[in-house]
């Protein structure tokens, strides 16, 4: 069967091929189990599901891996800030792992509403941190990390010597040095572009392991060049995300796959596009921040009912994936009215078949 994927990478749709047939390796970019599942993880949920179905039906044997972030993803992408599980664990006074058991829950609850197959694989990255340390010493070894104070970052620059750092995202090296000069100074970092592969923990952070460098924990971009190479080999089919993960998220794991191992590790990279509400970025600040729960219950006061989360899901498989989607009451209960008709149609067309 024929199937064509826009490829991030090339910019253009390709003919899939997998590379040992009838295998094919999927990876998907999971949820940072800190909050509860939203419309935002509502749409790569869907998206993937649909290829993941997709490749089941025309006969390939899938190998889906998607991860559970538990572990080193910090309030902002300039490595700073505290580690979001940590905080949230702090501010509710529970452990990490309490909160990541609640909000895995929660996000499997919501997404079995949404009728999204499990992946076969959920990998934790907290489960992982003796394959990440393995790692780090190889980009280490190959020159392209540096060590300070018990953290060790990506040299971007080195590595862009001799390969193409923005190649994914489009980003150049040079607007990169005078967009992100700011921090500089304040950092240890011989570049602000640079990223963390391992973070020194200070004295007060909970969520710590021995390394050969200190007690700390891993840079959240290494999770995921880590368990998708262990599941799928070091070279596997297609790797998917959201966009907003395509930089610095997976040029990072790009980098970090063709330091540690000589060549990349994904033949094709898809992105689907972000959901808006009445036009606006999803935000907590914005106040049109709608998890799922207060979707499916109707218990938000943006929403003018509950919508069923088979609207939902037809609301967002009506929109290419690639395309911006905008969510507001009007086009939900559009879908929902066009789901119900489709419904009804096929159940009259069951009555006639005499199923
Ligand atoms: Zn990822």
Redesign the pocket.
């Known amino acids: 069967m024929d199937l064509k994927i826009y490829n991030t990478l090339t910019r253009k749709k390709e003919e899939f091929k997998p590379l040992n047939p009838p295998f094919v390796g999927l990876?998907?970019?999971?949820p940072t189990v800190y909050g509860d599942a939203h419309l935002g993880h509502a749409r790569p949920g869907i998206t993937f599901d649909v290829l993941y179905r997709y490749l089941k039906y025309a006969g390939y044997k899938v190998r889906y891996v998607r991860?559970i972030?538990d572990v080193g993803h910090l309030e902002n992408d300039a490595d700073e800030g505290e580690d979001k599980i940590a905080k949230k664990a702090r501010l509710e006074q529970l452990e990490p792992m309490e909160v990541v058991f609640h909000y895995v829950r929660l996000y499997h609850k919501n997404m079995d509403e949404l009728n999204v197959l499990r992946p076969n694989i959920e990998p934790q990255a907290s489960g992982h941190i003796l394959e990440q340390i393995e790692m780090i010493k190889k980009i280490l070894d190959a020159g392209y990390a540096y060590e300070v104070n018990g953290s060790v970052y990506f040299d971007v620059k080195k590595y862009a010597e001799k390969y193409n750092y923005g190649k994914l995202s489009g980003r150049k090296i040079d607007d990169l040095l005078s967009t992100t000069r700011d921090l500089d100074g304040q950092s240890e970092k011989k570049n602000s572009f640079d990223f963390a592969l391992w973070k020194k923990a200070s004295p007060t952070h909970i969520m710590r392991w021995p390394s050969p460098w200190s007690d700390g924990f891993p840079g959240?971009?290494l999770?995921?060049s880590v368990m998708?190479t262990k599941y799928l080999g070091e070279v596997f089919d297609i790797h998917g995300?959201g966009m907003d993960?395509l930089f610095p998220?997976?040029e990072c794991?790009i980098a970090q796959s063709t330091a540690a191992q000589g060549k990349e590790s994904v033949r094709y990279w898809m992105h689907n596009n972000l959901i808006t509400i009445n036009g606006q970025k999803m935000g907590k600040s914005l106040g049109n921040f709608i998890t799922l729960d207060e979707l499916f219950s109707g218990n938000h006061k943006a929403l003018e009912q509950a919508y069923n989360p088979m609207t939902v899901r037809f609301f967002i498989l009506q929109a290419h994936y690639r395309g911006t989607l905008d969510f507001s009451n009007e086009a939900l209960k559009a879908a929902e009215k066009g789901f119900k008709r489709l419904m009804r149609f096929k159940n009259q067309m069951r009555r006639c078949l005499g199923r």
């Not at 990876?27 to 999971?30: K, L």
């Open positions: 990876y998907v970019c999971g991860n972030t959240w971009h999770e995921c998708s995300g993960l998220h997976h794991e």
